[in-house]
């Protein structure tokens, strides 16, 4: 157990829904960091927030948009679902504000059909 | 555009032999480059790193180079074990520091099977 939880482990849902994946960082982490891994793609950074702010974004897609709450767990929403947003999303954190040093999560397995 | 690239999805080696994993990059602003290694089922876990200021760091059987000039860095397994069969991802970052709060550039990830 990396100590970053995330939920669910597996989702499948229908094209044009809206799904949340939650994560709840290691405890003392203040920054949370989101990633998609696409079928043989590596990991594409996606959007971080520290201490509830947004403070980095990626190639996030407008339908797609996160927070991170006073008690620092955060969400990814992710709406009107397409087939190619089908992947691994992973979830880490890392202590203090600009680190590299991340814990991940087990990530969640979003399937669209 | 990919920026950070294993160009080896797959790599088999036996076990006691060394595992040679290679990450070329395209981003000369890249200053800090890691490795992570990732097990099925499992979220990515932090391996080795390098600064740009140096052309080599080694951590027990790890070592990871790096080359400027060819902008490209290896990772050397010595010896391989067949616990160390994982997928391997080098990841970098422009800033070790500073403004980039902790973005990383990720490879597509090599997939290492060592066989006892």
């Known amino acids: 157990d990396s100590g970053v939880t995330q939920t669910p482990k597996h989702l499948i849902t229908a094209t044009g829904q809206r799904v949340t994946l939650r994560c709840s960082p290691r405890s003392g982490d203040l920054s949370v960091y989101w990633y998609q891994q696409s079928l043989d793609q590596g990991l594409q950074f996606l959007i971080q927030?520290?201490?509830?702010?947004?403070?980095a974004k990626g190639n996030i897609l407008e339908r797609f948009s996160a927070q991170q709450f006073p008690d620092l767990h955060s969400e990814l929403n992710l709406s009107s679902l397409e087939l190619g947003d089908s992947a691994l999303y992973f979830c880490?954190?890392?202590?203090?504000?600009?680190?590299?040093?991340?814990?991940f999560g087990s990530g969640t397995r979003l399937t669209v059909v | 555009d990919q920026q950070v690239k294993q160009n080896s999805p797959s790599l088999s080696v036996q076990e006691g032999r060394i595992s040679i994993l290679n990450c070329d990059y395209t981003n000369s602003m890249f200053d800090y480059f890691l490795w992570y290694k990732k097990y099925p089922a499992e979220g990515p876990t932090f391996l080795i790193s390098?600064?740009?200021?140096?052309d080599k760091n080694e951590d027990g059987r790890f070592t990871v180079f790096l080359n400027k000039s060819a902008k490209h860095l290896s990772l050397h397994i010595v010896p391989s074990q067949p616990g160390d069969s994982a997928v391997y991802f080098c990841?970098?970052?422009?800033?070790?520091?500073?403004?980039?709060?902790?973005?990383?550039?990720f490879g597509q990830g090599t997939i290492l099977t060592v066989h006892p």
């Open positions: 390098i600064s740009s200021i140096k």
């Open positions: 927030y520290y201490n509830g702010e947004e403070r």
């Open positions: 990841a970098a970052s422009g800033n070790a520091g500073g403004t980039s709060y902790g973005k990383l550039t």
């Open positions: 880490a954190s890392s202590a203090g504000g600009p680190s590299f040093f991340y814990t």
